[in-house]
């Protein structure tokens, strides 16, 4: 049996969550489909979560390696927008039910939270509706959820 350990992201994980981000199949799937450069990414994670303490990055790990995040970004109406992503060896295993599910327990605080799912993901949707995510909307390309804390 692994043991996993789900803990709040520090600065030398940046390189392990561009590289799970930047995978094709992760790419696909998310609302941003295009590759992103190291530096780019590197420079944007360092903003993002060490100089703006409103927002949180989770990360899975097991043996010390990172093999999941699950992100926590203010929008503008102060509600937290998720993004979460398995490394693609690990998907299939349950383990995104374990990141987020483990992940909504650390949030404090009432706040709201918003999940985008793109319509023919059946495994994204499926894991927002089992941990209580409810549809809110949709369009054409994806499902809106919400959930309140």
């Given at each position: 049996?692994?043991?996993?350990?789900?803990?709040?992201?520090?600065?030398?994980?940046?390189?392990?969550?561009?590289?799970?981000?930047?995978?094709?199949?992760?790419?696909?799937?998310?609302?941003?489909?295009?590759?992103?450069?190291?530096?780019?990414h590197?420079?944007?994670?360092?903003?993002?979560y060490?100089?703006?303490?409103?927002?949180?990055?989770?990360?899975?790990?097991?043996?010390?390696?990172?093999?999941?995040?699950?992100?926590?970004?203010i929008?503008?109406?102060?509600?937290?927008?998720?993004?979460?992503?398995?490394?693609?060896?690990?998907?299939?295993?349950?383990?995104?039910?374990?990141?987020?599910?483990?992940?909504?327990?650390?949030?404090?605080?009432?706040?709201?939270i918003?999940?985008?799912?793109?319509?023919?993901?059946?495994?994204?949707?499926?894991?927002?509706?089992?941990?209580?995510?409810?549809?809110?909307?949709?369009?054409?390309?994806?499902?809106?959820?919400?959930?309140?804390?």
């Amino acid at each position: 049996m692994e043991n996993y350990i789900i803990r709040l992201a520090n600065r030398e994980d940046s390189g392990r969550i561009w590289k799970i981000r930047n995978h094709p199949l992760t790419r696909q799937n998310s609302s941003n489909s295009k590759k992103i450069p190291f530096e780019k990414h590197d420079q944007w994670f360092e903003n993002k979560y060490f100089k703006d303490s409103n927002n949180i990055c989770f990360v899975l790990e097991t043996r010390k390696n990172i093999i999941g995040y699950c992100r926590f970004d203010i929008d503008d109406d102060n509600k937290y927008v998720i993004s979460i992503a398995l490394d693609y060896d690990w998907q299939s295993k349950g383990l995104g039910h374990l990141l987020l599910s483990e992940s909504l327990k650390k949030i404090e605080g009432d706040r709201e939270i918003l999940a985008t799912v793109k319509k023919g993901n059946p495994a994204s949707l499926n894991l927002f509706q089992r941990n209580n995510f409810k549809l809110d909307k949709e369009n054409e390309e994806n499902y809106f959820f919400i959930f309140k804390t």
